[in-house]
């Protein structure tokens, strides 16, 4: 069995070796046909992010925790991005996967016997998605585009030796508009982390400080719908459902 499991593992790590191979090569293409000013180091790590989604609607998670290694090797590369809410985001969807793998699958006796190691890497990966966006936020939360410009520069430049200073400067003025529009959004990244840490929680049936997480969340962003009908389970009130304009409009995650 062990022997398998061995070889499965070192299959997906060929195959996503490869992947990132040909992202890199289809990067480079792309990066210099269509948007010259993203910042060239990362384009290789959002390209395959873009394979994350269908990965984890088949549940192919061994593949799913290969990509987020390789993604986020992709950004500890450059001191402006280890710590950004890029990062925070790939802690939280691995405590979201975990979550998923420990809680709603299938319930055979040795994924019993995981579901709590599994939870356990939910926990930590959820308390570490909540660290990194608690300290962007910190940084950068409320700046105007002056303060994300002078904050920002000190250490972006990093890594971007090789490019001309009017590349530069156009990847730095990008990045400025990125991080001013993930000033509110990672405060709603940071609602979904304590709605999985809640959740996580009320599995260890601690269900105060459950109920203390999902308050967080709400607290954060009051749409947080799950965090609502997690809360309103846990006191036995029925869930809320989206009204109409919700359902029609709903807000970006």
């Known amino acids: 069995m062990l022997v398998s499991i061995n ?22 293409f792309v990066y210099k046909s269509i948007n010259e000013s993203v910042d060239p180091r990362v384009v290789t790590a959002r390209m395959l992010y873009e394979g994350y989604n269908g990965l984890a609607q088949r549940n192919a998670f061994d593949s799913v925790y290969i990509l987020m290694d390789e993604i986020e090797t ?15 985001v790939l802690y939280n969807n691995r405590a979201a996967s975990y979550l998923t793998l420990a809680l709603y699958s299938d319930t055979t006796a ?15 990966a959820a308390k570490k998605s909540i660290k990194i966006y608690q300290e962007w936020l910190l940084k950068y939360e409320n700046k105007s585009p002056e303060e994300i410009s002078q904050m920002a520069s000190l250490d972006f430049f990093i890594g971007l030796e090789n490019y001309n200073e009017k590349q530069q ?3 730095f003025k990008r990045r400025v508009e990125e991080i001013e529009s993930a000033q509110e959004e990672t405060k709603r990244r940071l609602s979904v982390s304590y709605t999985n840490l809640g959740i996580i929680y009320r599995h260890h049936k601690q269900y105060e400080m459950a109920a203390e997480h999902y308050k967080t969340a709400f607290d954060l962003w009051d749409e947080n719908l ?18 109409f304009i919700q359902k029609l409009f709903p807000t970006k995650r």
């Open 226 to 243: 799950v965090a609502e009908n997690n809360l309103n389970l846990l006191f036995n009130k029925p869930a809320r459902e989206r009204n």
């Open 7 to 28: 070889k499965t593992t070192k299959a997906l790590i060929l195959i996503i070796s490869a992947l990132v191979l040909v992202t890199m090569l289809i990067a480079h």
């Open 74 to 88: 992709q950004y500890n590369r450059y001191p402006h991005y280890r710590d950004s809410y890029e990062v925070g």
């Open 110 to 124: 040795m994924r019993l016997k995981m579901r709590d190691s599994l939870v356990n890497l939910s926990e930590i």
């Open 169 to 171: 400067s156009r990847f």
